[in-house]
């Protein structure tokens, strides 16, 4: 099917949200769409790059900060009544049975009696639930769940399926199989179905499925790049040309989630780089399975399979590794430096002797060293947060400031007093 | 096997310590209103009241007396829900109600009502001069200020806790409020209602025993039911009649346990959000009876196909399935969609309050100004006398529900034993055998000055039981496990493990404890023990005593004076040792 005429459109969206703590960040910034008709596209990127945020909007759950969503030309006005929606979590209620879950949204477009009857076993059909009308949620497995979800979706004959992470929570088959099955009810005239927007974690399930994927980068979310996949369907996993194209968005992710490291930055000596969000024990267990790997070097993809890691993770990992001087990355391959072997082979006190002298060279934990020597070896929780507020406005200033903790006690550069709330310089 | 724990008030949990704001002021301000309204209208009392209804203590009359108090009880336990609904419901809703009612609640279920209670039935009975109606409505008033707050505090946390992903999906089917209402929302917070409800019963007949036997000096505004008759039973000497008494009470409440509560308790397990089992689920005869009935179920059928054959006969013709299809399901439109509405709505909403909360404050300071320094010596030294019997039977309490809680908690089968009992016996209106104490405290020679603080033991102990109960079980295994592995003599494990496990519930039972504790000392203080009156200095029987001679102003000052060390305490004390404890001493993070 070749795209038709824009469907559904964001214009510059911006959308912010405000954290418990008072910190207001920015989800989305600027972000245009068009989803076309008869169209699958897939939305992804790291996590927190606003991917779910979008489709929340493009369903008209939420309003946008700034900018405008468009359907068929026409200002959005509260829920999008054309489309459905497939959730991660399956979102059924356990206290209906599996044939009311599925009627939920007939009965207010005005569907009742027979007509309902047969929409609801149409649907519960189409899924391959027959059988299962009267079951209770709780009595299915994740994956027929999920397919009381589709067919909850599917019972209202939208035009338009959203789907955030729908096979993300089901195991490696069950999700395989439902893929395909998605495909079918895409490609199926009968279900009404002719566009889908699908939020995805994973490389090959955007392949599989999409015909356009977006690719998002973070901080604040936006559109880093689009690949135009046109592999004809059904799609064959193992096929060469597949294998291209999951390569081909493998090499625009990873230039998302790991940036060459940017031209020396003299010129504005205010921007500090975050840390990555990662544990100390995600680094040293990346740097041990690079040991084993011939020449100490593997590409990033790999790597999060062989580690069942998702990628997004691991190249948070490598990203952490990276700015300690452990590894490099060339393009897509992580390569141990030889610092890296070095701490590898090192004992444990050793170790952190060397992680202490590696972290008081990174510009944060050389800032926050300089506010405890300001503050005669203690500085307030409170001042610390602020100030990664100020200069990480798109990072969730707690989670950061639990990394910073957790790498300063490891390298024994301070401490934190959870209680008294500061933390406090180690003099050695 | 893995016991449910018992579970508590969502109340019971102390909710995020904030900050004294604007919203607090105007809430103690309107408080201030509601006690000056409160004395203003006790004042229009004026006729001597006729003698109430004369009670007869033949042991024939008693199930008529009981239905009596259980009617009190239910219908007060509807009004708790249906408010609770109207309160949590707006709440949750609308971010301008939610800064001023969640004060208001948080101030409200620790405030001591049973203080407002003389000035209530003063001033009801003037309303309603010839007849018990005034009578009756005070009691169903003060039942339900024991059973609203949790309710609603329940409600409204069931609601904002629900998840983001559920609301969305009944968002996307296009359904309007009342219909997420009906079939997302309530059906969500039954559990917490269910469970809640048994709680707030159990709160309900202590008042309602207040109520139903209360005397002020030579005045009787004793009303029909179980409590009067224990009453006068004792003023009568008739040990019988209060051996019956209590019997009829314990039957009363193993009924409605098991009539009532149980089988809901069964049933709502069907609306659990979680998939997580629950261990145990309670069985329910009643249910299982309910259930293999015929007639309930065809009665269901009827009323179903009933329904369908309205619904029928409303609708339009059917149209065909695909052109029914919407384009646009528009956003459900409230009165107030309009900003320049809302603005001004939310402008006269604010201020009103700000006028209603001006006007109560400067009623009581008119009230106030008339009391002089020795009125207000005698007031502080009174209130004085109360804290210290509040934080003693505090402690008592504590003394003893600690290590029976831990006991009983650590070990899953005799709590599952015990589970029972002790909701009977802690539904038991303590009021009821406040004479039977005092009088068997007197034959050991200990007068009412220190036998109060027993009654007051007696008001806020389950609270203590039952949280340090739930928080002992709910020990994951492996740390008993480990504490056996590594040989803890028994002394260690109770200083390493039981005791800091137990600690954070222990803390909000102590705030609960505490209120019952204000509560009791109303009663405890200043009451008629077959035909004479016993007291002792304290706020609680300043605050009778002073509603008794019509002293107004001194009325004022003494419910004034409780309202605030109770709020301030709580506040200042409770909260934060809650808070602090809950972080520092929480089991699995």
């Known amino acids: 099917m070749t795209p038709g005429g824009v469907l559904l459109e964001a214009r510059h969206v911006t959308q912010r949200f405000r954290l418990p703590n008072g910190q207001v960040l920015e989800a989305l910034r600027d972000v245009s769409l068009a989803v076309r008709e008869h169209e699958v596209v897939a939305l992804v990127g790291p996590s927190g790059c606003g991917k779910s945020t979008l489709l929340r909007l493009l369903a008209g759950l939420a309003r946008p900060a700034e900018g405008q969503l468009l359907y068929r030309g026409q200002p959005l006005d509260g829920v999008l009544g054309a489309a459905a929606m497939v959730f991660q979590s399956f979102a059924l209620l356990p206290w209906l049975t599996v044939a009311e879950n599925v009627a939920m949204g007939l009965e207010t477009r005005g569907v009742n009696g027979a007509a309902r009857r047969d929409a609801v076993a149409r649907a519960i059909n189409l899924v391959g639930l027959d059988g299962f009308e009267q079951a209770y949620p709780k009595e299915l497995s994740g994956g027929m769940k999920q397919r009381v979800g589709f067919a909850r979706a599917l019972a209202v004959a939208p035009e338009i399926l959203l789907m955030d992470e729908p096979f993300g929570a089901l195991d490696p088959l069950t999700a395989e199989n439902l893929r395909s099955q998605a495909v079918g009810l895409w490609r199926d005239p009968a279900t009404g179905v002719n566009t889908m927007v699908v939020v995805t974690h994973s490389v090959e399930e955007a392949v599989f499925l999409a015909g356009r994927i977006v690719v998002f980068g973070s901080n604040p979310g936006h559109v880093r790049e689009e690949l135009v996949n046109q592999l004809p369907y059904p799609r064959k996993e193992r096929s060469a040309q597949f294998e291209e194209m999951v390569d081909r968005l493998h090499a625009i992710l990873t230039a998302t989630l790991l940036p060459e490291p940017e031209p020396a930055p003299a010129a504005a000596p205010q921007r500090l780089p975050p840390f990555a969000r990662v544990h100390v024990a995600e680094v040293t267990g990346l740097l041990d399975h690079l040991l084993t790997r011939p020449d100490g070097r593997g590409p990033v993809f790999e790597l999060s399979e062989d580690l069942g890691v998702d990628y997004d993770r691991m190249s948070a990992v490598v990203r952490g590794a990276e700015q300690l001087g452990w590894v490099t990355t060339p393009g897509e391959i992580v390569q141990l430096t030889p610092a890296g072997r070095e701490i590898m082979a090192m004992d444990d006190a050793a170790r952190k002797d060397a992680t202490r002298a590696r972290l008081s060279r990174h510009p944060l934990f050389a800032r926050i060293l300089a506010m405890l020597k300001e503050g005669e070896g203690s500085v307030e929780d409170e001042e610390v947060l602020a100030d990664l507020t100020i200069y990480f406005p798109f990072i969730p200033a707690d989670s950061l400031f639990q990394t910073i903790i957790e790498w300063g006690r490891y390298a024994e550069l301070f401490d934190h007093d959870a209680d008294a709330a500061r933390l406090t310089l180690l003099t050695s | ?589």
């Open chain 2, 1 to 589: 096997m893995a016991l449910k724990p018992l579970r508590l008030p969502l109340a019971l949990t102390p909710p995020p310590l904030r900050r004294l704001g604007l919203a607090d002021v105007v809430v103690l301000c309107l408080l201030c209103g509601a006690i000056a309204t409160v004395v203003a209208f006790a004042r229009e009392f004026q006729a001597p009241f006729l003698q109430a209804v004369r009670i007869d203590v033949s042991p024939v009359a008693l199930p008529k007396y009981t239905l009596f108090s259980l009617s009190r009880g239910v219908i007060a336990l509807l009004i708790s829900y249906l408010f609770a609904l109207a309160f949590g419901w707006t709440a949750a809703k609308f971010p301008v109600a939610e800064r001023l009612l969640l004060p208001m609640l948080d101030i409200l279920q620790s405030i001591p009502v049973l203080g407002f209670l003389p000035g209530l039935v003063l001033g009801l009975m003037s309303l309603f001069p010839a007849r018990n109606v005034g009578l009756e409505l005070a009691a169903i008033l003060m039942i339900f200020t024991a059973q609203a707050w949790n309710l609603a505090f329940s409600f409204y946390n069931s609601l904002k806790s629900l998840p983001e992903p559920l609301r969305d999906a009944s968002r996307m089917a296009g359904w309007r409020s009342s219909r997420t209402f009906w079939r997302l929302e309530l059906p969500a917070a039954a559990q917490g209602l269910v469970w809640n409800g048994m709680l707030s019963m159990a709160g309900g007949w202590f008042f309602l025993m207040v109520n139903e036997a209360f005397r002020l000096g030579e005045r009787d505004y004793r009303l029909p039911g179980i409590g009067s008759y224990m009453s006068v039973a004792l003023d009568r000497g008739n040990a019988q009649a209060v051996g019956l008494a209590i019997v009829a009470m314990v039957v009363m409440i193993v009924s409605v346990d098991q009539l009532l509560w149980r089988p809901l308790v069964v049933w709502v397990e069907k609306f659990r959000l979680d998939d997580t089992a629950s261990g145990v689920v309670p069985g329910s005869w009643v249910l299982e009876f309910l259930r293999r009935a015929r007639l309930p179920r065809g009665a269901a059928a009827l009323q179903r196909s009933a329904y369908r054959t309205a619904v029928r006969a409303t609708e339009p013709p059917q149209r065909p399935f695909r052109a029914a299809r919407p384009l646009m399901v528009n956003a459900p439109r409230l009165a107030f969609g309009n900003p320049i509405a809302r603005k001004l709505g939310v402008g006269v909403l604010v201020a009103g309050l700000a006028v209603a909360a001006g006007l109560g404050v400067w009623h009581l300071y008119l009230l106030l100004r008339q009391l002089g320094p020795s009125d207000w010596a005698t007031l502080a030294s009174s209130a004085g006398l109360t804290f210290v019997r509040v934080m003693g039977s505090v402690a008592l309490a504590t003394a003893w529900a600690l290590p029976a809680g831990v006991v009983i908690g650590r070990s899953p089968r005799l709590a599952q034993l015990m589970q029972p009992v002790i909701q009977v016996v802690a539904s038991f209106p303590a009021p009821m055998l406040f004479p039977l104490v005092i009088i068997a405290l007197e034959r050991v020679g200990l007068r009412l000055g220190v036998g109060a603080v027993a009654l007051m033991v007696l008001s806020g102990q389950w609270y203590i039981l039952f949280n340090v109960i739930s928080a002992v079980a709910a020990i994951p295994e492996q740390l008993k496990e480990a504490v056996t592995v590594f040989r803890l003599s028994s002394l260690a494990r109770w200083r390493s493990l039981y005791l800091p496990a137990a600690f954070p519930a222990l803390a909000t039972g102590w705030v609960t404890a505490a209120g019952g504790a204000w509560n009791g000392s109303i009663v405890a203080e200043y009451m008629q023990v077959g035909g004479a009156l016993r007291a002792t200095r304290g706020l609680g029987s300043l605050i009778s005593e002073a509603t008794a001679h019509a002293n107004f102003a001194l009325l004022a000052g003494g419910i004034t004076i409780m309202s605030v060390i109770v709020v301030g305490w709580n506040r200042l004390v409770w909260r934060p040792l809650a808070s602090w404890a809950q972080t520092r001493f929480q089991v699995g993070q």
